[in-house]
């Protein structure tokens, strides 16, 4: 990632749902008016008692009803459990509910960086809307599938919260709103790359013990932040035995920016001097860094020494090159959060060694969240991908 976007919001593993809960929002008001203005014409046609109590009747009904929001877990689909262990802490983390009693492969989403909770809730000056930070269209694809969805929270984060603006619909800032969120102390003080592999494993070892795999596949499946996660837990669980990575880093996370500074003099942005300047100061910070692994006090663009120090511990493509099992990666040949050419470079050294496991798909054009701009008009390839992964899976 670019070190103008380390602090990006990008907790929704490709799919926010702000935009559709606006729209539900809008259309149960215009749906509220309609259904109004018949009540009014019904007037002429009915005695002024009948009128009273149907009018009471669907007042009441409307806001309790219509405008009922899913903020629990079970309103989204999903159930939740929990694992109490003396190093981690408090382990949240969630299982779709379609027939529960049935043993299934497993499909675990480890999702994007922040800690933020799963369903954040934002009620302004005469609206509300929701937005789901965990991939409700990837859950819908892997439970058709057959699969049992798998998802953790993060430490110390509730499944849901509310956030509270003085602004109307109109005037509202999505981005700085959940940008601004703050991340418990706790999420703080726990938060590494191995505090993600060790509670997966976790979860992995509960479900097991508890009758619900089926003995065949599990896999697990990154994106951003969850794409460099995933190869580290693939390395450290021989359970696992697929993995999909989508928008992620292959090589260490800083030399992102080290290069996006060089790109910036390249198309003369910037003199090479004060590109030479900014590196120079990012790699002091950078070694900062590395000299307190553990630092959870100092923060570095919108996270902990801690949580930079363990995601640059070991680049991914190191881990990567350790597995035999079945890889999908998909980059956004267009990303500016997660540049592609770390990942053209997993695919060179997957080469070099004669590695046939890694199944590389560019996404040409793409972004960060594989939208592409096609004819002037946006066009997310989201769904297209699933259906890929989905057969790749089958063979």
């Not at 559709?20 to 809008?26: A, E, F, H, Q, T």
């Not at 300047?277 to 663009?301: C, F, H, M, R, V």
Request: glycine letters at 8%; one cysteine or more.
């Amino acid at each position: 990632m670019l070190p103008t976007e380390w602090a990006e919001f990008e907790p929704y593993g490709g799919n926010l749902i702000l935009i559709s809960s606006l729209k539900v929002r809008c259309q149960s008001r215009v749906l509220f008016w309609l259904i109004l203005q018949t009540v009014l014409m019904i007037i002429n046609y009915m005695s002024y008692p009948k009128l009273s109590f149907l009018l009471i009747s669907f007042l009441a009904y409307f806001p309790i009803h219509l405008m009922a929001q899913p903020l629990a877990p079970g309103d989204n689909g999903l159930k939740e459990y929990t694992i109490k262990d003396p190093s981690l802490g408090l382990i949240r983390f969630y299982t779709d509910t379609e027939k529960l009693q049935k043993r299934m492969p497993f499909f675990i989403e480890v999702n994007g960086s922040g800690g933020l909770p799963l369903c954040i809730y934002i009620r302004g000056k005469g609206f509300s809307t929701l937005s789901n930070t965990f991939n409700t269209q990837l859950k819908d694809e892997v439970t058709k599938r057959h699969f049992r969805y798998i998802i953790l929270g993060k430490p110390g984060t509730s499944f849901c919260d509310t956030i509270t603006t003085n602004d109307d619909i109109r005037h509202f800032d999505q981005h700085t709103l959940i940008s601004n969120y703050k991340f418990s102390a706790e999420y703080n003080r726990r938060l590494s790359l191995d505090w993600r592999v060790s509670a997966t494993k976790k979860v992995i070892t509960y479900l097991i013990g508890h009758g619900f795999w089926d003995n065949t596949k599990i896999v697990a499946y990154g994106y951003s932040e969850g794409a460099q996660v995933v190869p580290a837990l693939a390395v450290a669980d021989k359970r696992i035995s697929h993995i999909v990575t989508i928008a992620g880093s292959g090589l260490n996370q800083f030399y992102d920016g080290i290069i996006a500074w060089r790109i910036k003099a390249a198309k003369g942005e910037l003199t090479q001097q004060q590109a030479q300047d900014s590196i120079d100061a990012e790699l002091k910070q950078i070694k900062d860094i590395y000299l307190q692994p553990g630092n959870t006090q100092l923060q570095y663009s919108g996270h902990s020494y801690k949580r930079w120090a363990s995601f640059g511990h070991v680049p991914p493509f190191e881990e990567l090159r350790k597995l035999n099992i079945p890889i999908y990666m998909i980059a956004g040949t267009a990303d500016e959060n997660s540049p592609v050419y770390g990942l053209d470079y997993v695919q060179l050294d997957f080469i070099r060694l004669g590695k046939n496991n890694l199944t590389y798909e560019p996404c040409v054009g793409c972004d960060h969240y594989l939208n592409s701009t096609q004819h002037g008009k946006t066009v997310n390839h989201t769904a297209e991908y699933f259906e890929k992964i989905f057969r790749w899976l089958a063979k």
